[in-house]
């Protein structure tokens, strides 16, 4: 069976820092992965995906993740955080085909401060 | 297009009534998916269809849940009797085959 570990329930940084969110996977073949971010009370909007090739993949608002296959990681960076960047953050796992389905992680809630 | 669209935002009903959840996914996908988030158990699926058929319910907890998509435009998540362990906020996302996934705002039910 597919899951996704997000180890950080609450993570706190100050603006201007760098972020990484660890997100760990379990997938019986070659996984498609994803990171959302969700503001309260809003839905869930993708920040990346991977499905194959480089494995470092660029998403909007600045946001990068690396796939490393060995470690089964999936983890978001930020060089630099804004204070809008404030949400909780999900990591999610798929496959391809008919088959697909998201399985998502816990969450990650981030905290920026001033 | 105007992504996925769901109804009410927020519901708030009494134990033993009937709740109906609707959401009308982006026009030509062709899944549709309904979650459930809580605070305890996170992004939970309920059911997914594929061209308007169920494939895969096993996500829906109990009887009381039904899930119905009578056309490619429109789906429907009725909980009946509802419970106030049903509270959660219930999302809808659409796709198209292997494309991404698009989620609604969802629908925030509390069942007092």
């Known amino acids: 069976a597919q899951s996704v570990t997000q180890p950080d329930i609450h993570i706190t940084v100050s603006e201007g820092a760098s972020l990484e969110l660890r997100c760990n996977y379990s997938y019986g073949a070659t996984p498609y992965l994803f990171w959302y971010v969700q503001s309260p009370g809003q839905g869930l909007q993708l920040l990346l995906k991977y499905f194959s090739g480089d494995t470092l993949v660029q998403g909007i608002k600045g946001f990068e993740a690396e796939f490393k296959r060995s470690q089964s990681s999936f983890n978001l960076r930020k060089p630099s955080v804004h204070w809008s960047d404030a949400a909780e953050y999900f990591c999610a796992v798929g496959g391809g085909g008919s088959n697909y389905k998201l399985t998502f992680g816990k969450g990650t809630l981030l905290t920026v401060n001033p | 297009d105007a992504g996925v669209i769901q109804s009410p935002r927020h519901e708030v009903t009494e134990m033993g009534q009937e709740v109906t959840l609707r959401c009308k996914p982006i026009s030509g996908h062709d899944y549709l998916f309904w979650y459930r988030q809580t605070m305890m158990r996170g992004l939970e699926l309920l059911i997914y269809f594929n061209n308007n058929v169920p494939i895969d319910d096993s996500g829906m907890p109990e009887d009381r849940f039904s899930a119905k998509m009578p056309n490619a435009s429109f789906s429907t998540l009725k909980i009946q009797p509802s419970e106030p362990r049903d509270s959660a906020v219930y999302f809808c996302?659409?796709?198209?085959?292997?494309?991404?996934?698009?989620f609604g705002q969802g629908t925030r039910l509390t069942v007092v």
């Open positions: 996302a659409s796709r198209f085959r292997t494309g991404l996934a698009f």
